[in-house]
């Protein structure tokens, strides 16, 4: 009597089995230290080959996956005598796949996403759920970007490096900062006094954004109109501006302009700079910042204001907090 021979017999014996359940059972313990063999095998194999640990985790549980799939679709043919016929055995088998390697045939699709509607390429800097950086890889099962932003700011480098599955490319919007043309616009708001030359102000910083800023060459020129055909991108003033508004603190003199995703700290600080260097040697513009001050409305407010003033309070001073206003003399 050979060795599974003597195993159906002890079952029976100490189970109390009939010979048909007692050849079930036997053939699903051997199932599964057939899978557990198998597994262990392809782990060995895999750490041989595979030398990026994460990659490697990702190609064993996608194993682990398909021979579990495998495993519990032979055990249910084997207690299920009334599944017959090949189409249907095929047809449990691939359910039982696709359920099993869900996430890693939904990551394996987003990777053929990537490849031919490229929504991103190799460089290109991007944003997707809450992650920002540089695309440095792009591989069947994720890509892998070398993170901006976080705690650093101004989407400079971090240092990390973030693996995202690919399927996220279906669940997300994806921000890709190169794809129009290679640039984006920066804005950097500059806020001076009411009592200020803002005119002046206005036309210094305009000044100071044309010299400090790249111009843009026929070649960017010509990605944009590139950009304008593909993807129906239409941009009016490409040049710098500097808009006009009013803040609790004065006049805010808003400047925007076009950069590298790349270059946005480094030409903000070089703007600042000048702006500082500028308005140093303009005796009529100030910077506005929060500031108290004593303000006697009797003696400093206009003559129809003053005159009020003086019936209501007797000419007394009044205390005002004045946003943006420069301390006086009379600061207390």
């Known amino acids: 009597m050979g060795p599974f021979q003597r195993m159906e017999h002890a079952f029976q014996v100490w189970l109390g089995l009939s010979p048909a359940a007692t050849d079930q059972l036997v053939a699903t313990v051997a199932t599964l230290l057939v899978y557990l063999a198998a597994d262990r095998a392809a782990r060995r194999l895999v750490a041989r080959f595979v030398g990026d640990s994460s990659l490697r985790f990702q190609v064993n549980k996608a194993i682990g996956y398909a021979l579990g799939a495998l495993s519990f679709v032979v055990v249910l043919r084997i207690w299920l005598h009334d599944v017959t016929?090949?189409?249907?055995?095929?047809?449990?088998?691939?359910?039982?796949?696709?359920?099993?390697?869900?996430?890693?045939?939904?990551?394996?699709?987003?990777?053929?996403?990537?490849?031919?509607?490229?929504?991103?390429?190799?460089?290109?800097?991007?944003?997707?759920?809450?992650?920002?950086?540089?695309?440095?890889?792009?591989?069947?099962?994720?890509?892998?970007?070398?993170?901006?932003?976080?705690?650093?700011?101004?989407?400079?480098?971090?240092?990390?490096?973030?693996?995202?599955?690919?399927?996220?490319?279906?669940?997300?919007?994806?921000?890709?900062?190169?794809?129009?043309?290679?640039?984006?616009?920066?804005?950097?708001?500059?806020?001076?006094?009411?009592?200020?030359?803002?005119?002046?102000?206005?036309?210094?910083?305009?000044?100071?954004?044309?010299?400090?800023?790249?111009?843009?060459?026929?070649?960017?020129?010509?990605?944009?109109?590139?950009?304008?055909?593909?993807?129906?991108?239409?941009?009016?003033?490409?040049?710098?501006?500097?808009?006009?508004?009013?803040?609790?603190?004065?006049?805010?003199?808003?400047?925007?302009?076009?950069?590298?995703?790349?270059?946005?700290?480094?030409?903000a600080s070089a703007f600042w700079e000048a702006v500082l260097e500028e308005f140093a040697r303009l005796p009529d513009v100030d910077f506005a910042y929060p500031t108290t001050r004593w303000f006697d409305n009797a003696t400093e407010g206009k003559p129809g204001a003053r005159a009020a003033a003086e019936t209501s309070s007797s000419g007394t001073a009044a205390v005002v907090v004045e946003a943006g206003a420069e301390p006086d003399d009379k600061a207390g």
């Not at 045939?105 to 987003?110: D, H, W």
């Not at 890509?143 to 599955?165: A, C, M, Y």
């Not at 006094?193 to 803002?198: D, K, L, Q």
Request: with cysteine; hydrophobic share 45%; net charge positive.
């Open 85 to 267: 016929g090949l189409a249907t055995y095929f047809g449990l088998l691939s359910a039982g796949l696709a359920i099993a390697l869900q996430d890693p045939v939904a990551n394996f699709a987003g990777w053929l996403y990537i490849v031919v509607r490229r929504p991103f390429g190799m460089g290109d800097r991007i944003q997707i759920a809450q992650h920002m950086g540089d695309v440095v890889d792009i591989r069947p099962l994720r890509f892998v970007l070398l993170e901006i932003g976080n705690w650093v700011k101004d989407e400079q480098s971090t240092g990390r490096v973030i693996h995202v599955p690919n399927a996220y490319v279906f669940k997300n919007p994806v921000a890709n900062y190169d794809q129009a043309f290679g640039y984006i616009w920066n804005e950097i708001e500059v806020v001076v006094t009411c009592e200020s030359n803002w005119k002046l102000a206005k036309e210094t910083l305009l000044r100071i954004v044309n010299d400090h800023t790249e111009k843009l060459t026929p070649d960017v020129t010509s990605r944009i109109r590139l950009a304008a055909d593909s993807l129906h991108i239409k941009f009016g003033k490409m040049t710098p501006v500097v808009w006009t508004s009013m803040v609790d603190a004065g006049v805010r003199l808003t400047v925007r302009y076009l950069c590298k995703p790349r270059e946005r700290r480094s030409s």
